[in-house]
């Protein structure tokens, strides 16, 4: 049998399909592959057996020419490098996958790592926060305490040292309540609610710590300017770093403000130390939201702080009353000022005569009207309760139980006499010194309050009329920008104060009116024991209730008639005009004026009158002129027609007064007889006896000058205003009353107006001497 030939290559072509399309079957094969790699083992496994099989069962029946053969060889060796590959694939997956797990668990190792450290963080926070404020408050109690003590035994003693520490004790008070608050929970700071307590804590004192720091920085520029004044003595202030290094070694400190400083860095670090605590706490944490409140709480506190500063620092620059010579004011003008004073000036014109609108702030008006109202009360109080006491002092000052008015035996008038020695020597001493302390020295105080608002006030409608200038301007510049700011301060500031002031003022008022009241039925209750003790032996102590009130009241209202009869005389005689005798020509003229117009219409001129228009008068002072109209021919006032002696014409009203004429009477002897009427009794409300009138042969009177009178002739002596006179006759040769004969001091003698002369009693009296009631 023959054996078939292989083809031969050269005796045999054939067109191949490109290598694209061969590859097709391959890399569908890949595809496939990759898809299913759980299904490629077992056919990997499979198709190695399956491609075996074939191949030997090909081999034995048919020849497959060299191209296929090679074509099936490349197609074998690239499902082996599938294979391969798609083992590799398996492989680095496997990797990727452990890869992917390790980073999770590092991720979440680094994560809790990083937890760890920010509750360390949050810890270290908290604990500084606490051991800083335990530190701070040892230090405020060293400087309040120790230092200050060692400082107050200094001799001299230092001039405003207490000024410094002003408010310190309540800055202590709420830092030491802040940390009680945290000891009474009895929470650890690594607790968890730890936190929680602290910020509530923190929220609970806000408004306190508030309250104490403000005060304390608006005070510590005292602070400094005292330790600047110690500073210039040099002895002194090596005196008190010796004390306050011996007081604090451990600390190092060279001054006050290194202490007193304290309290102005706190404020500040609160909002650091809360906002540290709240970056390194977990967002999930239960009292994150509370942290979060406490450390925006913080810096709003911080921020009211500084406000309130800002205002008391603009108080204090514009409330201050300055004490200015000419000379000094004169000094501070400059262009600058002047130009300013001007334009407010200017805009106040303006405003008057409405060319411009004036900016109405009706809420501000009301507190200044109030305010204003207010201080005319406080002064006119004040006024009422001065002039009180100083009634009162002069009532002190009458000391009528040291005059022995030879009353023994009188049980009435020595009763009366044991009243007004209680009553000047311990009941009103007393109620003086209680009305000086609770009512007149607060109305002082108050009164020295009313300029710091007052000068505020004046001071804001000069920056208004300086801010209604710049109003209407887009854009300011910076000088412009502070003036806007100022006057928005200013007014801010009264418009928070004032009505803070105005109530507590009106409620001084109040009180102090009650107190009054207060003082003045002690006073009454005082008085009522007093004279239950004298009740008895008193004249009307077995009258009645209501008859002995009837009897009193109608006793102290005829008094009180008597005290106004009495103060009329006396003013009466204090109102008549000291003017000099008449000359014959003016007797004359007094005359003939009299007998026309009536006595009631005759004036004097009291300064020289120098006419100025056709009707009017030129008249010399000391004329008589009668009064024809009180008005000029317009209906004015100010100028009346007055008849000169046969002059008629105008003369100013405000140079004329009444004239009195000398009294008909002559002035009373010096040596007054006893009239037959008169008896020598006592005049006592109660008269157990009568006693007989002794005389003395001494005169009980004698006449002074009532003012001054200058001789002008030979016939007339000159005197002054108190000189003693002897009256030799009361009337002149012709009989005429107002003139007397009198002899003076030198043994001169001459003519005096009876009217210059009074009669007065002497000052060392005997005891039977008669008295003029």
């Known amino acids: 049998m023959e054996v078939p030939r292989r083809f031969q290559t050269s005796s045999f072509s054939l067109d191949l399909p490109k290598s694209s399309s061969l590859m097709a079957p391959l890399v569908t094969l890949q595809k496939f592959t990759r898809k299913n790699s759980a299904l490629e083992k077992s056919l990997e496994e499979d198709g190695l057996t399956e491609k075996s099989e074939c191949e030997e069962e090909t081999s034995s029946t ?45 991720a979440e190792e680094e994560e809790e790592a990083a937890k760890q450290r920010a509750a360390q963080r949050q810890q270290l926070a908290i604990e500084e926060l606490v051991m800083s404020e335990k ?54 700071s690594g607790d968890p609610a730890f936190l929680e307590t602290l910020c509530s804590s923190f929220l609970s004192l806000s408004s306190d710590i508030e309250a104490a720091y403000k005060e304390y920085l608006a005070n510590y520029n005292q602070v400094t300017f005292v ?31 290194f202490f007193l400083v304290m309290p102005v860095q706190r404020i500040a670090r609160y909002p650091l130390l809360l906002q540290t605590i709240q970056k390194h706490t977990d967002k999930a944490h239960p009292a994150y939201a509370l942290l979060e409140q406490t450390a925006h709480t913080s810096i709003a506190l911080n921020c009211r702080i500084n406000e309130y500063k800002r205002f008391r620092e603009v108080a204090d620059k514009y409330k201050k009353t300055e004490t200015l010579t000419i000379i000094d004011k004169i000094n501070r003008l400059n262009t600058h000022s002047i130009a300013k004073k001007t334009a407010r000036l200017s805009q106040q014109i303006k405003h008057e005569t409405g060319i411009t609108p004036k900016l109405v702030d009706e809420e501000f008006n009301a507190l200044e009207g109030f305010f204003y109202l207010l201080e005319h009360a406080i002064l006119e109080l004040l006024e009422n309760v ?47 010194k209680r009305l000086r302390t609770l009512i007149h020295k607060p109305l002082c105080l108050l009164r020295d309050l009313l300029v710091g608002p007052r000068n505020l006030i004046r001071k804001r409608l000069d920056k208004l009329l300086d801010y209604e200038m710049i109003g209407a301007k887009s854009n300011l510049n910076y000088e412009e920008q502070a003036v806007a700011n100022t006057y928005r301060t200013i007014n801010t500031l009264l418009l928070n104060e004032l009505p803070r002031f105005n ?16 003082l003045h039925r002690d006073l009454a209750s005082d008085m009522e024991q007093l004279f239950q003790s004298f009740a008895q032996q008193l004249p009307h102590s077995s009258l009645s209730h209501g008859v002995f009130w009837e009897w009193a009241e109608s006793a102290v209202l005829e008094g009180m008639r008597r005290l106004e009869t009495l103060c009329q005389s006396v003013q009466d005689t204090l109102n008549v005009p000291a003017v000099q005798p008449l000359s014959p020509s003016s007797q004359h003229r007094l005359t003939q004026l009299t007998e026309k117009h009536g006595s009631g219409k005759i004036y004097q001129v009291i300064g020289a009158v120098v006419g100025g228009r056709d009707l009017d008068l030129n008249l010399a002072k000391g004329e008589l002129v009668a009064i024809v109209s009180e008005m000029d021919s317009r209906g004015d006032r100010r100028k009346w027609l007055v008849d000169a002696g046969g002059r008629r014409g105008y003369a100013p009203s405000s140079k004329l007064i009444r004239y ?33 009138l002794t005389t003395m042969s001494k005169p009980c009177f004698q006449v002074l000058a009532a003012y001054d009178f200058t001789a002008r002739g030979n016939h007339e002596v000159s005197i002054r205003a108190g000189e003693p006179a002897r009256v030799l006759e009361p009337h002149d ?9 009198v002899e003076v001091r030198g043994g ?25 009631s």
């Open 503 to 518: 109530g507590v003022a009106l409620q001084m008022i109040w009180n102090m009116l009650g107190t009054f009241c207060c």
């Open 386 to 432: 001065e002039t009180y006491l100083h009634h009162l002092q002069r009532f002190l000052t009458c000391k009528t139980e040291e005059f022995d008015f030879d009353m023994d035996g009188e049980k009435a008038p020595i009763c009366y006499k044991e009243i007004t020695t209680a009553l000047r020597q311990w009941i009103l001493p007393t109620f003086e």
């Open 733 to 741: 040769k012709r009989g005429n009353p107002e003139w007397s004969l």
């Open 62 to 106: 048919m020849m497959v020419p060299d191209v296929f053969v090679d074509t099936a060889d490349e197609s074998k060796s690239q499902l082996s490098t599938q294979d391969s590959f798609s083992e590799d694939s398996c492989v680095s997956e496997e990797s990727l996958a452990q890869e992917a797990e390790e980073a999770r668990k590092k």
């Open 135 to 188: 530190n701070y408050l040892r230090m405020l109690h060293l400087s309040t305490v120790t230092i200050r003590n060692a400082l107050q035994k200094l001799q001299p003693p230092l001039a405003n040292l207490n000024s410094m520490f002003l408010h310190i004790e309540e800055v202590i008070d709420v830092s030491s309540r802040l940390l009680s608050l945290l000891d009474q929970k009895e929470v650890q």
């Open 748 to 772: 001169q003698r001459g003519y005096v107006p009876s009217n210059y002369l009074m009669v007065t009693p002497l000052r060392t009296e005997p005891s039977g001497c008669f008295q003029p």
């Open 227 to 257: 330790e600047n004044s110690y500073k210039q003595k040099e002895a002194l202030w090596d005196e008190i770093v010796k004390i306050i290094k011996a007081s604090a070694p451990e600390v190092n400190a060279t001054s006050l403000s």
């Open 660 to 692: 009195h004429q000398a009294a008909d009477d002559p002035p009373p002897s010096p040596h007054p007889s006893l009239s037959d009427s008169m008896t020598g009794i006592r005049r006592h409300s109660y008269t157990p006896e009568s006693r007989p």
